[in-house]
């Protein structure tokens, strides 16, 4: 709510970062990545499919 509040951007900012370090270092449990996936920006659109 400070960082909505705070008019210098490099307060929002600090605010932000203090914001992503406690959830990331201390709220977080678990950490989900990505991993690569042929299923990904993948536009089928245009795919034809034979029968």
Sequence with gaps: MKQ???IDPEE???WVRDF????????????YTLTPSHY???QLDTVW???
């Excluded at 992503?20 to 950490?31: F, G, S, T």
């Design 4 to 6: 909505s509040r705070a």
């Design 12 to 14: 929002r900012r600090r």
């Design 20 to 31: 992503e370090r406690r959830l990331l270092d201390e709220e977080a449990h678990y950490l």
């Design 40 to 42: 990904l920006n993948n």
């Design 49 to 51: 499919l034979a029968e």
